[in-house]
């Protein structure tokens, strides 16, 4: 039988038919990684311990198989160095494949988006024996179609958990489960234009698919400036047709910054004075490694800020779980608008959410991460410190992703080297605001995204594009 696996950006289709079988596999994979591009010339590989542990085989058949294609000339390796793809193993193509191969882009060798955690550390037992227990003490209508709001086992846990490490204020009954943060603002567009809110203002650099969510809702966006302190919150009472903003103040993305606290404060008397909303995207809130997190806004002012929080960098996007924090007025209004699209997200896996929070296992799981990801970005700044020292981090020290000021005009040329290294970034460009003007050329890297065996691999590859 052939298993495929992905790891460290390559697909590998390996015979699992005894090790003699796993270890031929594993070389033939490889090979043909080299031959396609795939595997560039000078790529590091993981260690056969971490290559192991992602495949779930024995650290041996690795070793073994590295060893051999050492010997053959495909790989080289050197104390300290590691085991890396030889320079002299190059792509065998005939020319018309090499031409049809460069005019279709193929999967990237490393991947430094910005967006995702690094799925590998999801807590599969963990979260097993969550749904174990959640399950067998479910009740029978827990299967049916149930509150819009979702269950309220989720809701209750949640509003602890969202006192404890944001400071949000989160009564049960003004918790709304969703499918994640973009049907949270699918929900909000139609709200907002029922009551009669036309402008929505958003931060000059963002998501475009957030922005889209709200345009398709009707909804025109006006920018708000974003610099060194933040979303520039003072702006909003020129911005005369708002009535509502969707804002990063945690950790503004991609920029790196926390909102200021005078601008948190202008965001809050903007809302109270005017009526307004403030949309908050507490989107990695949980994830700061040089000081305790700063609280959530809407602990200001509960009844004119709607949170929104979700399990896709804590957990894994794939959950598709999500959560807001309602003003009491708009309760009602958002229960009806979930209750026409979608009367309720996965029960079981709300009930399993649930359990992990209430049994102490996402606290665990969050601690770990914080960890993992500070680890990350202390290599990623010492690597640029001694390789790239023309390269500044800037932001705080928070989050799954950095970013890298670059010298004035050189952002094109990385990213046309970062793509002919099969290394996928993207610039500060990517999430400019259409009506905002260029202020900046960098890099948004996405540190949190590899396996442990694909950092070493993808930070190497940064490194060398970097001017």
């Not at 309220?152 to 509003?159: D, G, K, N, P, S």
């Not at 949000?168 to 699918?186: N, T």
Request: net charge positive; with cysteine.
């Amino acid at each position: 039988m052939t298993d495929p696996w992905a790891t460290f950006g390559a697909d590998l289709h390996l015979e699992t038919t005894g090790a003699a079988g796993l270890r031929a596999g594993l070389m033939d994979a490889l090979r043909e990684a080299v031959r396609t591009g795939r595997l560039a010339p000078g790529t590091r590989l993981p260690s056969s311990r971490g290559l192991a542990a992602d495949l779930g085989v024995a650290r041996n058949t690795v070793a073994d198989a590295y060893a051999e294609l050492v010997a053959e000339g495909w790989l080289t390796a050197r104390q300290g160095s590691g085991t890396r793809v030889a320079r002299r193993a190059e792509p065998r193509r005939s020319p018309a494949r090499a031409i049809r191969t460069r005019a279709v882009p193929s999967r990237p060798t490393h991947n430094l988006l910005a967006g995702s955690p690094d799925l590998s550390t999801f807590p599969r037992a963990d979260w097993l024996k969550a749904s174990r227990r959640a399950l067998t003490a479910a009740p029978d209508e827990a299967f049916g179609y149930g509150d819009p709001r979702g269950r309220i086992e989720l809701r209750t846990v949640l509003a602890d958990y969202l006192a404890r490490a944001r400071g949000v204020y989160a009564d049960p009954e003004r918790i709304m489960i969703c499918a994640g943060f973009v049907q949270a603002l699918k929900l909000m567009g139609p709200v907002l234009r029922g009551r009669r809110v036309r402008e929505v203002a958003v931060e000059s650099y963002g998501l475009d698919v957030h922005w889209n969510l709200l345009g398709d809702a009707g909804l025109r966006l006006p920018r708000l400036p974003v610099d060194g302190l933040g979303a520039v919150t003072g702006e909003l009472a020129g911005l005369r047709g708002a009535g509502a903003v969707l804002m990063t103040p945690a950790h503004q993305f991609p920029t790196g910054v926390p909102l200021h606290p005078d601008r948190r404060a202008a965001a809050v008397d903007w809302a109270r004075r005017t009526g307004g909303l403030v949309l908050e995207d507490d989107y990695d809130g949980e994830f700061r490694y040089d000081r305790q997190a700063v609280g959530a806004l809407q602990g200001l002012d509960p009844e004119h800020v709607v949170y929104l929080g979700t399990a896709s960098k804590s957990l894994a996007p794939g959950l598709r779980l999500g959560w807001m924090v309602l003003p009491e007025a708009l309760v009602g209004e958002v229960i009806e608008a979930k209750g026409l699209s979608d009367w309720s997200s996965s029960a079981p896996d709300q009930l399993t959410l649930a359990e992990f929070i209430a049994s102490g296992a996402y606290d665990r799981h969050v601690r770990a991460m914080r960890l993992r990801y500070r680890r990350r970005r202390d290599e990623l700044v010492a690597a640029l410190a001694e390789r790239a020292p023309g390269v500044r981090v800037s932001g705080m020290a928070a989050g799954l992703h950095a970013v890298l000021d670059l010298p004035g005009g050189t952002e094109a040329s990385v990213l046309r080297a970062a793509a002919w290294q099969g290394l996928a970034l993207e610039g500060m460009s990517r999430f400019r605001h259409p009506d905002a003007a260029p202020d900046r050329d960098a890099l948004v890297i996405g540190y949190g995204t590899p396996t442990d065996s694909a950092w070493a691999g993808a930070l190497d590859a940064l490194c060398r594009v970097l001017p």
